[in-house]
């Protein structure tokens, strides 16, 4: 979260100069330059010519990096000591250079490596996992594996028949089916053709790009502070259930029968939009009554930073039965997705591909749960959090013109600014002030720190927050 | 794709027992079990518990491996010095450890080694390059990218207007168009839904799942020897191109316009099918013709082993104007794709994702292309290729009941065999005999060595297919 500049200007957080690897963190940021730098600039400049650079916000000198930073897909922060050393072990180095296929031949060590990283970390309820390389590919391998368990069933829980493998090489029915998913009005679940079909959250990613006519119902949109709006907010619980058993008779009529609802814990690209623990213990309902396999997709909120006290945003639902599948990747390091045993499918080459995951990030994620056990990390996000979300609400308090909606659950939070162009003001202004932070929804200030953040940090944090709103 | 079994009963090849990691490459296999070997057995049960393990053929030590070896996604076989040396550098480590987000923050040495490692082997004429994260991500990116610059022209050479990034938002037209994509019988591009979707290869990967309606075009099926059955082959080419522009006729009348063409050079997966070089000139004109974009999807093709002297199989074809589009991944060890200038998009966030690749495998891949320029691998492929292509000739006339179809480009090679279950038990066979091998469509034996696979090698190689192939 917080930067610093090195004196070559290029973007650094926690810089020590002089040796190899960074190998501390400085006590606070120091701006040399606005961002982008002049150095920055010119590698925009060399790379243009070769790459798209549209979306660069600047270059890192990553080797110079340690510890609080900017950007919210590293569990631990960046060059976390004990990472550093377990990645020039034999066991990386292997890893790296003699990439296995780890669909057919995994290396030795990878049941170790998926016990320690993945199942003694796994959602409760949860035994099974499947490795794979993004949370692209985790989402739609978790809804190609609900699409193959909804046609087993259809067929007596046998696997395909005949008739199904000639007619899928045709792209007929039965052997390709006609099913849908069901996602939410801000969800954001990937881009891949499939997963752009359940998301909503922005026209920048969709357009343009054909999709599956797939049903999509309300998300909740509750109005802050929860307490003093309750009436206003359960009633929101209860039409959006309402609209999402609607659209799935509605497809279930048309022949498209809805296999998957998928859902995020928190519309976090959308715009950090919550739904209350009631209303997805309503989900679990409707999709146990109709027979839905019900995907939680944990790609953003998952990696122990919402306060539950382990890995998983959804363990504060207190569902009567967990969901079926829960998907990750970002803090995970690696993409995949946990699912329940009667999920399971026993033919080979289904869920498959060519590299299946990759152990180099398999077994990152090992030793970052090792130092998490270690360290005592979940138990002090809870603390830290609690932290956090006071400053937040004073910051809020001190600004009542310009802020509204502080929300989050622990260090995964935001804050609505008046408008988008305030909004986006802020985020440039921050950054400059040492501050490297982003935007989600139309007019929100996300904050996804990793579990290295603390007390110290929360207030340099504030403190530059406050000075910049000042300044708007 | 030589063998060797480690006193453990795991899979090993040129191991050099007592060094942490191997660094030289034994004389030939030495088995001292069956595969899978007791000690797989163990850790595949030892899995089962925890993930799909289905199609697991046998688990491997890589710490123990050396040089050419059994899959076929390794541009310079198992732990080669210099990259085992290069994994051990600091820009290694931070990337490994610090992952940046690509598209947002690219560490400092990105562009270089986008220079290094991509642009400086392109395709002829084609300089833009976009990374990616496998061979799936890489061919769906180039899709979008391909439905983007179509609507592009459809506005007149105009980014998104409100009227399609409001409707993208309710996933109606003309922010979601209708528009398709042709691909081929036989072809396989991966295992995302729009994938899939173009993807005829086997039922396996697509049973179950849902599909677009994308328009499927005949492959020329050859017969071997070609020069014997020249006029049948010609007639192939032709059948096939007129069944193209025909299917491009009837989906753009449906008006679902096929924006993109997408094709292997060889079709890999689907059991090594060949075009010739005049079939794909035909596919150059008719999408040069109808506006297409050309996409050539060199997944499992590109990395230099074809014989052509560049990285690229397409480059046997002499086109008039280069593909719009190459795509990569597999030996490439990153994936992404190359395009031509006038696809290029400025608006951001539209081609874009967290990683958008992994600096790991770039950087390997620019040492990886190191190692084949100062040691001329891709001249050395050449002519090992011609030694390959004669043995390979030589083994189909000493077992003319069992062997037909020889057929290849330098080492990517194939041969069919009388039965699929003559084929399946060749496979077990020379597993067991020290050689591991793949199959691809229904009957064929696969060859995919890496770059330093020598001369050598093919003499252990066809030593072992000769004695197995007696025994059948």
């Not at 070769?50 to 600047?58: E, K, P, V, Y």
């Not at 340690?66 to 990472?83: A, V």
């Not at 004073?394 to 995964?412: C, E």
Request: hydrophobic content about 35%; charged content about 20%; proline content about 6%.
């Amino acid at each position: 979260m917080l930067s610093r500049l090195s004196p070559k200007n290029y973007a650094v957080v926690g810089c020590r100069f002089g040796s190899t690897i960074a190998s501390s963190e400085p006590t606070g940021p120091e701006m040399h330059t606005a961002v982008p730098g002049p150095k920055s600039k010119a590698l925009t400049d060399r790379m243009s010519p070769l790459h798209n650079t549209a979306s660069i916000r600047c270059f890192v000198d990553f080797e110079k990096s340690f510890g609080n930073y900017m950007i919210s897909s590293l569990p631990l922060g960046y060059n976390h000591p004990d990472l550093v050393k377990a990645a020039a072990s034999p066991k990386f180095l292997t890893s790296l250079v003699s990439r296995p296929a780890l669909g057919s031949f995994p290396r030795t060590d990878f049941s170790e490596g998926l016990q320690e990283a993945l199942t003694d970390v796994a959602p409760k309820g949860l035994k099974q996992v499947q490795t794979m390389l993004c949370g692209t590919s985790a989402n739609e391998n978790a809804i190609k594996q609900a699409f193959i368990w909804h046609m087993r069933q259809k067929r007596g829980d046998k696997p395909p028949d005949q008739l199904a493998l000639d007619s899928c090489m045709k792209q007929q029915q039965p052997g390709t089916p006609h099913l849908s998913v069901l996602g939410f009005d801000g969800a954001f679940h990937g881009r891949s053709l499939c997963n752009l079909s359940v998301t909503r959250s922005k026209a920048i990613p969709k357009v343009d790009i054909p999709a599956f006519d797939w049903p999509i119902a309300k998300f909740p949109r509750y109005k802050y502070p929860l307490e003093k709006y309750k009436s206003y907010n359960d009633q929101q619980d209860k039409d959006c259930l309402a609209d999402v058993e609607a659209k799935i008779l509605e497809w279930n009529a048309k022949k498209h029968d809805v296999a998957a609802l998928i859902v995020e814990p928190i519309q976090a690209e959308g715009g950090d939009f919550y739904g209350s623990p009631a209303f997805f213990q309503g989900l679990r309902d409707i999709t146990k009554k109709h027979n839905i396999v019900f995907i939680v997709d944990e790609v953003q909120t998952g990696g122990g930073a919402t306060g539950t006290g382990d890995m998983w945003a959804h363990s504060h639902w207190n569902l009567s039965t967990p969901p079926d599948m829960v998907t990750f990747s970002k803090k995970m390091l690696t993409g995949g997705y946990f699912y329940a045993d009667h999920l399971r499918i026993n033919e080979s080459y289904r869920i498959y591909n060519t590299w299946v995951g990759d152990p180099t990030k398999l077994f990152l994620l090992q030793e970052v749960v090792k130092v998490i056990k270690r360290d005592g990390l979940l138990q002090k996000n809870i603390e830290v959090g609690k932290e956090f979300q006071k400053q937040l609400h004073q910051l809020q308090n001190s600004h009542p013109n310009k802020l509204s909606n502080a929300r989050g659950l622990a260090t995964f939070a935001a804050i609505d600014f008046a408008t988008a162009e305030m909004r986006d003001k802020l985020l440039t202004d921050a950054t400059n002030n040492g501050l490297h932070c982003g935007g989600c929804g139309p007019q929100s200030l996300r904050f996804r720190p990793s579990l290295v953040y603390e007390k110290k940090h929360i207030d340099l944090t504030f403190e530059i927050l406050d000075k910049t709103i000042k300044n708007l």
